[in-house]
Nanobody
Framework: QVQLVESGGGVVQAGGSLRLSCAAS????????MGWFRQAPGKEREFVAA????????YYADSVKGRFTISRDNAKITVYLQMNSLGPEDTATYYC?????????????????????WGQGTQVTVSS
């Protein structure tokens, strides 16, 4: 079992920035892929970003491309989501997710069912 704990959420004004973190603990695997999803009130959960084990490949939703950056520190078993130029449309609960293994396509990693473990989420609220 893998536990994922997100942190870094909060309230920020439009145009501001936040950095989310997701720390993994419990049973660890030699390789894993990480992703971020978000769910706004009344909407389905949607893909935000994903990063491969090596960090060599990253994938983003069109809505966040150029504003958000996903990164990871394998020594700390932590993944980050730097969010810049935030707008009210980014208000949501943000979830990190863990996929065991390392060789997956970008299209596959955009699907919720691709992931094995999920965090509890951290709330991000952007005021206009």
């Amino acid at each position: 079992q893998v536990q994922l704990v997100e942190s870094g959420g909060g309230v920020v004004q439009a145009g501001g920035s936040l950095r989310l973190s997701c720390a993994a603990s419990g049973r660890t695997f030699s390789t894993y892929t990480m992703g971020w999803f978000r769910q706004a009130p009344g909407k389905e959960r949607e893909f935000v970003a994903a990063i491969t084990w090596s960090g060599g490949s990253t994938y983003y939703a069109d809505s966040v491309k150029g504003r958000f950056t996903i990164s990871r520190d394998n020594a700390k078993i932590t993944v980050y989501l730097q969010m810049n130029s935030l707008g009210p449309e980014d208000t949501a609960t943000y979830y990190c997710a863990n996929k065991i293994g390392m060789h997956y396509s970008g299209s596959y990693l955009r699907r919720e069912y691709a992931y094995d473990y999920w965090g509890q989420g951290t709330q991000v609220t952007v005021s206009s």
